[in-house]
Each structure stands twice: as structure tokens, then as C-alpha cells.
């Protein structure tokens, strides 16, 4: 082959792989791949969804060197958000599970680096748009299914969980795994489809048809822990809403205001927890659950500091965990809490740096929102509180897509709000608009 020749493949591989669309294409592909998690590994199993994701990470690593140019690598990579991985990545050092700990070191790491990837190659909008696309994808499909099962079929499919409950009105799980992370998905659906409709980045037939379905998942959850997110998604929503409105004389001392009342709300939800519990109707849910924490707060108290090694999603052939489910009749992949959950697996140093991430990530995202004139910026706020109120009764934070949405939004709140400055403008690191 000429030079000539190899130089024009060269370019065209290069056009290619640093086209928009291709970007576009492959934060849909992620987002779906990920959020579909639970749905697609029952049928093609974990090689065929490691496959899948190793895949995608080549195809990203290519795009974001294609387009290197035109990346902040310098913020890529939130510091606070750096540190909590690197400190996974310690814990294998004296992990009781390491061959574990090394598996889900890997999955986390390659969740990581797509979300940084879509983070990266695309702007704020263009992430809500791949996001709404990817959460119709996976509610209709759990709806769908959950049609065929209880309405056509009348037959519950036992791969995915699935009972077929939507003939008498619920609960349902879809391919989520469970109620509470379908709801949870839900919820994330309505705050997206909502600013996709606002910024008419859809049209409003698709955009009142996502919402009035987002809503009746919501509703066919049954879920207790959805009540309770759309409370504070909804005061939250309330509250970015008149931040927005007011002057910016006054809105300084209204934002510390809005810190107080969070701070007084917060306490009094924990010293009135068991009445809210009772009105939030989840006093049914509560006993095994409970059950569940003392035995994992048992191994915390064993080792504090560090944690017993990080592994994400509990392996059931394990005497550690072996020992945590034993006489609960029911085999859990997680501690159903990610804030005990990243205790136990990392210790207090661990849950230190993950509420610094946390912590950081929804102070930028929330003066983005109550400063910034577009409604973009009020969907990180937003969808990381439903992220964080979900965490109380799941290890949302742990899961892939919970871990996935977690950093994009982390991610994209550090580049559009930096706090470490360099000669250019975060407008031309900024990805570019879609043709």
C-alpha cells in the first residue's frame, strides 16, 4: 500500500472517529448498555457483557484521542472524584476478597472511564438528550415487558424477576432488578424528560407522552422510597426555581438561608425518622432491612478505618458476605444503603472522600442551577439529590448505572464550574454542538 493510501485511511479513520455523531451514538450506546445492565446479562451472561463494555471502551478511548484537542484533561478527572479511586484501589491491598476486590475494581474503572469519556465529548445538553433517549429505551422495555407478562402472557419471566404483578397494579421491576431501582430510574426520567421538554430539545408529544409514562412507572413501582425522593426532588425543584428569580444582590443570603433550613430539615427528618417511615408507608420494607445493617455494621466495627476492600456488588461465593446473609432467607448483592455500604467495604476514610465527591459535585451543580439563565443546569441538582435520597434504601452509588450517572454529573459539574483555572476559557474545552 502507497503512503498516499495509507495516509487517506488514516484520515478517514481519523474523520470518523472524531465525527459528532459518532460521539452522539456512543453516549446513547453507553448510557443504554449500562442502565439495561440487569436486563442484559441474564441472556448473554457476564463474558458476553464484558464483551459488550470492552467494546464501547475502545471505540471511546478512540474518539477522546481523536478529539484531544478539544479536552481539558487537566479537569477531566475531578480531584475529589481521583481520590476516592484511588483509594478503591488501594483497598486492595488489604482486602479479605482480593481476587473480588480486582473484578470490581475493573468494572468500576471501565464505568469511570465511559462516563468521563461521554462527560468529555459532549456538553451539558447534549448528556440530557442521551440520557432521556437511553431512560425511554429502558422504561419502555421494562414496561413492555412487564405487559407481556402479566397481561399477554400471564406467565411471570423468572430471568429478569419479572411476576407479572401490573395485571393487579403493581409492584413492578422491569429489567431494573428491583422496584426501587426501576423508580428510582423513573424519577431520573421525569427530572430529564422535564428539561428536555423546556429546552424543546423534543418535541411536546414526545415530551408530555415521556413524562405522563415516566410517571406511571413511578406509580406501578409501588415503591415507598419513590415517595419520598419526589418529595425532595420536588422542594428542591421549588426552591432552584425561586433562587433563580431573585436578584443577585439577595440571592447570596438566600442561599445561605436555603443551607440552614437544609441543615434544620435534615435533622429533623432523622429525629422524626420512624413516624416518616410510617407515613411514607416503607414500615414494611424496614424489617429485613434493618436486620440486614446490624449484621453489616457488625464486620464495620471490625475494621473502621479502611474497610474490609472494595468489590461494588457483593459476590455470593464468599464466606464475608456468606456470613452477612446467612439466616436472612434471602441472598443480597448489596447492603441496601451505599452510605453503610462504602463504610464497609472502604471504611470512614472511604465515606469521607465519597461525601467530599458528593458534597462538591451538588454545591457546583447547585450554583450552577441558581445562576446560570439556561435550564440545563438544573438537571445535575436535581437528578444527584434523587441519586442521594435513593442511596438510604439502595446501594444506588455502587450500582453500574447509579456509579455511571454519579460521574457524569460530577463530571460535567466540574467542568462547567472549575475551581482550578488555567489561560483558557472552559468555552473552548467545551465539546462541540451537534451539526
Known amino acids: 500500500?502507497?503512503?498516499?493510501?495509507?495516509?487517506?485511511?488514516?484520515?478517514?479513520?481519523?474523520?470518523?472517529?472524531?465525527?459528532?455523531?459518532?460521539?452522539?451514538?456512543?453516549?446513547?450506546?453507553?448510557?443504554?448498555?449500562?442502565?439495561?445492565?440487569?436486563?442484559?446479562?441474564?441472556?448473554?451472561?457476564?463474558?458476553g457483557y464484558i464483551g459488550v463494555l470492552s467494546a464501547e471502551v475502545i471505540i471511546m478511548a478512540l474518539i477522546v484521542l481523536t478529539r484531544r484537542r478539544t479536552i481539558n484533561f487537566a479537569r477531566a478527572l475531578p480531584i475529589s472524584l481521583a481520590?476516592?479511586?484511588?483509594?478503591?484501589?488501594?483497598?486492595?491491598?488489604?482486602?479479605?476478597?482480593?481476587?473480588?476486590?480486582?473484578?470490581?475494581?475493573?468494572?468500576?474503572?471501565?464505568?469511570?472511564f465511559l462516563a468521563l469519556g461521554v462527560a468529555a465529548t459532549r456538553d451539558s445538553i447534549q448528556i440530557i438528550r442521551a440520557c432521556g433517549s437511553a431512560l425511554r429505551v429502558t422504561?419502555?422495555?421494562?414496561?413492555?415487558?412487564?405487559?407481556?407478562?402479566?397481561?399477554?402472557?400471564?406467565?411471570?419471566?423468572?430471568?429478569?424477576?419479572?411476576s407479572g404483578n401490573i395485571a393487579f397494579g403493581g409492584p413492578i421491576q422491569g429489567v431494573a432488578g428491583s422496584r426501587n431501582a426501576l423508580a428510582t430510574m423513573a424519577l431520573i426520567a421525569l427530572v430529564t424528560f422535564a428539561i428536555e421538554l423546556r429546552t424543546k430539545s423534543v418535541t411536546k408529544r414526545v415530551g408530555v407522552f415521556s413524562l405522563v409514562g415516566a410517571s406511571l412507572v413511578v406509580l406501578l413501582t409501588q415503591a415507598p422510597l419513590a415517595w419520598a425522593a419526589c418529595v425532595v426532588v420536588a422542594l428542591m425543584g421549588l426552591i432552584i426555581y425561586l433562587l433563580r428569580r431573585v436578584r443577585d444582590s439577595v440571592r447570596r443570603g438566600a442561599q445561605v438561608g436555603v443551607v440552614g433550613l437544609v441543615v434544620i430539615g435534615a435533622v429533623l427528618a432523622w429525629v422524626f425518622r420512624a413516624p416518616l417511615i410510617v407515613l411514607f408507608?416503607?414500615?414494611?420494607?424496614?424489617?429485613?432491612?434493618?436486620?440486614?445493617?446490624?449484621?453489616?455494621?457488625?464486620?464495620?466495627?471490625?475494621?473502621?478505618?479502611?474497610?474490609?476492600?472494595?468489590?461494588?456488588?457483593?459476590?455470593?461465593?464468599?464466606?464475608?458476605?456468606?456470613?452477612i446473609n446467612s439466616g436472612l432467607g434471602h441472598a443480597h448483592s448489596s447492603a441496601l444503603n451505599s452510605y453503610l455500604d462504602v463504610l464497609f467495604q472502604l471504611g470512614a476514610v472511604g465515606l469521607v472522600v465519597l461525601?467530599?465527591?458528593?458534597?462538591?459535585?451538588?454545591?457546583?451543580?447547585?450554583?450552577?442551577?441558581?445562576?446560570?439563565?439556561?435550564?440545563?443546569?438544573?438537571?445535575?441538582?436535581?437528578?444527584?439529590?434523587?441519586?442521594?435520597?435513593?442511596?438510604?434504601?439502595e446501594s444506588t452509588l455502587l450500582s453500574e448505572w447509579g456509579w455511571l450517572i454519579l460521574v457524569l454529573v460530577v463530571a460535567r459539574a466540574s467542568r462547567d464550574l472549575p475551581w482550578r483555572h488555567d489561560p483558557l476559557t472552559a468555552e473552548h474545552h467545551d465539546a462541540p454542538t451537534d451539526p
Open 1 to 47: 500500500m502507497t503512503s498516499a493510501a495509507q495516509g487517506g485511511a488514516a484520515d478517514t479513520l481519523y474523520a470518523f472517529f472524531s465525527h459528532a455523531r459518532l460521539a452522539r451514538v456512543m453516549s446513547f450506546a453507553v448510557l443504554t448498555t449500562v442502565l439495561l445492565s440487569e436486563g442484559i446479562r441474564p441472556l448473554i451472561g457476564w463474558p
Open 355 to 393: 461525601c467530599a465527591v458528593l458534597g462538591i459535585a451538588l454545591v457546583r451543580a447547585w450554583i450552577l442551577a441558581t445562576s446560570r439563565k439556561s435550564s440545563v443546569f438544573v438537571w445535575a441538582p436535581l437528578v444527584l439529590s434523587t441519586l442521594l435520597v435513593a442511596s438510604v434504601l
Open 281 to 323: 408507608s416503607a414500615q414494611g420494607t424496614m424489617v429485613f432491612r434493618v436486620e440486614l445493617w446490624q449484621r453489616v455494621w457488625q464486620l464495620v466495627q471490625a475494621k473502621p478505618v479502611a474497610g474490609w476492600g472494595f468489590v461494588g456488588e457483593w459476590p455470593h461465593n464468599n464466606a464475608v458476605f456468606g456470613f
Open 83 to 112: 481520590v476516592f479511586l484511588v483509594w478503591s484501589l488501594v483497598s486492595v491491598a488489604w482486602s479479605s476478597y482480593a481476587l473480588q476486590t480486582l473484578a470490581g475494581l475493573a468494572l468500576q474503572w471501565v464505568l469511570t
Open 139 to 162: 422504561l419502555g422495555i421494562s414496561i413492555g415487558l412487564e405487559l407481556l407478562s402479566g397481561i399477554i402472557v400471564r406467565e411471570p419471566f423468572s430471568v429478569w424477576g419479572i
